[in-house]
């Protein structure tokens, strides 16, 4: 019988564990204690690296998220695949919670919360839409749906990724040489890079100085791909009027830390896209029944490019 063990930090592991054996009734499914016998398979979420040094004949190991940092830091047999979620319910939540942030920024809908406190009635005008360009940076499974959904909006969306993409409505720049042109062409940033080696501290004084005047960044990624102190100083000079920030560097964040109280940034306590735990089920039986086929899955981690 395919033994398949359960080692996800900080969550509920009962209702995952009743879905995994409702799911799929020919495995053996387990919460992973220490000295348990080794698995075929792993369900898993920031294990500790104890659990790979006990499973070095593993198959797989599913992420139960899209972002795979917390598990390239750890030392995991080459021949162990390593599955992440893709969607699996995040790209509609992704879409929902950029749009939001977007149109909020776009319709002054922060100055109308404040003044109503005051009982003032002021209306402003927002700008023209083609003042308002977006760059989504990372155009994958959760960046292309959310540039989709920007560009019914009628914004201008600028996309920037790794390697070339071409996508219907959206102007595409790829690769570090273009990254200039690409910031040049941006008011609104999101963020939605995996993080790697490459893409930590990328946002910085450097690149985000480059951003048109009035600009707003949304980090929806990793709190790692912010320098902190930077974003604060261009928001405090003017050049930025606003962040909406659901990654930190810390989590959760600091009650210390100054994005608590800044008047231009928006706090959300990582909830853009939530592992949705039915959908996330389903998508892992699925992949491994694929596997155990011997057939290729959707989701698969390049350890090389680190996502
Ligand atoms: P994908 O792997 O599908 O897409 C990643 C995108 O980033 C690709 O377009 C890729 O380029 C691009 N990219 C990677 N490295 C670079 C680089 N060095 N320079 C430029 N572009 C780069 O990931 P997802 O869309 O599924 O998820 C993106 C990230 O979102 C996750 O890694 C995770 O950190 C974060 N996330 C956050 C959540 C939250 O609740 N806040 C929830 C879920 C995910 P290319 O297409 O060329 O490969
Ligand atoms: C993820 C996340 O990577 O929740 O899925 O951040």
Known sequence: MTRLAFCCTNTNADPWLDGLRAALPEADVSLWRSGDPVADYAVVWAPPQDFFDQQPGLKAAFNIGAGVDALLKLQIAPTTLLVRLDDAGMAAQMAEYVCHAIIRAYRGLDHYAAIAQTGRWQPIEPPARTDFPVGIMGLGVL?????????????????????AKALDGIECFHGRAQLPAFLAATRVLVCLIPLTPDTRGILNRHTLAQLRPGGVV??????????????????????????????????????????????????????????????????????????????????????????
């Open 143 to 163: 960046g292309a749906r959310v540039a989709q959904a920007v560009r019914q909006f009628e914004f201008p969306v600028n996309g920037w990724s790794r390697t």
């Open 218 to 307: 949304i980090n929806v990624a990793r709190g790692a791909h912010l320098v902190d102190d930077d974003l604060l100083a261009l928001l405090d000079s003017g050049h930025l009027s606003g962040a909406t920030l659901d990654v930190f560097h810390t989590e959760p964040l600091p009650a210390d830390h100054p994005f608590w109280r800044h008047p231009k940034v928006t706090v959300t306590p990582h909830v853009s896209a939530q592992t949705l735990r039915q959908q996330s089920i389903t998508q892992i039986a699925q992949k491994l029944r694929t596997l155990e086929r011997g057939e290729a899955v959707a989701g698969m981690v390049d350890r090389a490019s680190g996502y």
